[in-house]
């Protein structure tokens, strides 16, 4: 920076500062428009690791169902066990009459009762599946919407800097 006629160094106040309010309207843009990307970005990232969690928790339903399955046939092994053993007391059989009917029915309501409970598994963990995508979608849209408000509010601040700017010089 030259000195003035006087040796000393120009104030601040006695500088021509025209040039700064534009630079300053300038940067103020580029880190509003950074921050809408980011946010964006941000959005994607929290969008992503909810559906990595929700995926997770859906594995985990389809597991349960499986072991709740395997419960189920193991109560109905004692069951059979159970009936066979009360038929037998009474003079009766599993394998032929009254007794093989009841055997059957048993046998078909507990099948019955095992694709309930696989289908009600599958039900909950492809419903906490569509829920994942859904809020994916929605956070994929929301981060569209922020980068294109940033990108407007670039357009506008660049715009206005270019205006002050112009002025600035017609005024010199």
Same mark, same amino acid.
């Given at each position: ?15 021509? /500062? ?23 970005? @941000? /959005? #994607? ?19 349960? &169902? ?16 159970? $009936? ?8 009766? @059989? ?19 009762? #095992? ?11 492809? /419903? ?11 956070? @994929?849209?929301? &981060? ?20 002050? &700017?112009?002025? $600035?010089?017609?005024?010199?």
């Amino acid at each position: 920076m030259a000195r003035a006629r006087d040796g000393h160094f120009p104030r601040i106040r006695d500088m021509n /500062m025209g040039f700064a309010a534009p630079l300053a309207m300038v940067a103020g843009t580029v880190i509003s428009t950074i921050g809408a990307f980011k946010a964006a970005d @941000s /959005m #994607e990232d929290a969008a992503a690791f909810n559906t990595h969690v929700q995926n997770t928790q859906a594995r985990q339903i389809e597991r349960q &169902a499986t072991a709740d399955v395997a419960s189920h046939r193991r109560d109905f092994e004692k069951f059979r066990g159970a $009936l066979t053993s009360d038929l037998a007391a009474y003079g009766g @059989s599993a394998s032929s009459g009254t007794g093989l009917l009841l055997a059957q029915e048993a046998a078909r309501q507990a099948k019955l009762d #095992e694709l309930n409970i696989i289908t009600q598994g599958q039900n909950r963990a492809n /419903m906490t599946r569509v829920g994942a995508q859904i809020g994916e979608h929605e956070a @994929s849209i929301g &981060a569209y919407q922020r980068r294109m408000g940033g990108l407007g509010t670039a357009m506008e601040g660049f715009s206005r800097a270019a205006v002050m &700017a112009a002025d $600035l010089g017609a005024m010199q």
